[in-house]
């Protein structure tokens, strides 16, 4: 069942995604270019890149506008299939995953794909980088474990404790709603911390990564991350299509 948060973010991610396919076919475009000649060439691919980094910005936006007024949709998010939902990490794509295309790309050769051509000095900055995204994602996942124990920490278990002791069924809706709401309001604002953290982290890879590439570097990346999300979720809504048949 949709929440009012969960009902205004599907209508904005619907809409987000549709917006990140036509960006992906403008870098799939741009990606067919494979010598730059001028300072031109390079300014076009810049800005288009610009746009597509702008646009991840602005999922983050919304995503932490809307989260403050219910954090859970985003851990349950009715959005999202239960493919994506699996392959989530405290709400969004893991960061080394992206550590993970660059290998992909760089291994396959895939024909056109600058990603294989990344110099000695890219390689060892993008190492550098991976060694230390993944030292943040440990800091998230003991954040978040940390939050998970809490639920049990003395306040919670009090709470507990005190509502056993309510006899009258009216006094204890009272009682329960008012401390209820106390102790719940701690647990969002660690489980918003945990997101938001996770989503810094995200963010910091891509533009880690970013930083490190040249603009048609940039432009495969992107369209290789792009593509992954959008066939993760096509692929995801396909299998939910073939179950409700069955």
């Not at 475009?29 to 890149?49: M, P, Y």
């Not at 991976?130 to 920490?153: G, N, P, S, W």
């Not at 709470?159 to 106390?182: A, H, I």
Request: proline share 2%.
């Amino acid at each position: 069942m949709k929440g009012k948060v969960g009902e205004r973010f599907s209508e904005f991610f619907e809409k987000w995604i549709c917006q990140l396919d036509e960006y992906l076919q403008l870098l799939l475009k741009a990606s067919e270019q494979r010598v730059i000649n001028t300072v031109c060439d390079q300014r076009e691919l810049q800005t288009l890149v610009s746009k597509v980094t702008q646009h991840y910005k602005d999922y983050f936006t919304i995503k932490w506008c809307l989260a403050h007024e219910d954090v859970l949709a985003f851990f349950c998010p009715v959005w999202g299939s239960p493919l994506e939902n699996a392959y989530s990490w405290f709400t969004g794509w893991k960061p080394s995953t992206i550590f993970k295309l660059i290998h992909s790309s760089g291994i396959s050769r895939v024909p056109g794909s600058s990603l294989a051509e990344l110099t000695q000095e890219q390689l060892r900055k993008i190492e550098e980088l991976r060694v230390k995204i993944r030292l943040e994602e440990e800091k998230v996942e003991r954040e978040m474990e940390r939050q998970q124990v809490a639920v049990a920490d003395r306040k919670m278990f009090e709470l507990v404790r005190l509502t056993g002791r309510v006899k009258d069924s009216e006094t204890m809706d009272q009682f329960d709603g008012r401390l209820m709401e106390v102790a719940l309001k701690g647990l969002m604002a660690g489980l918003e911390k945990v997101m938001k953290a996770a989503d810094c982290v995200r963010l910091r890879t891509l533009k880690g990564v970013l930083d490190v590439l040249t603009p048609l570097q940039c432009v495969n990346f992107l369209a290789a991350t792009s593509t992954l999300q959008i066939q993760i979720r096509q692929w995801g809504k396909r299998r939910d299509s073939l179950n409700r048949k069955e």
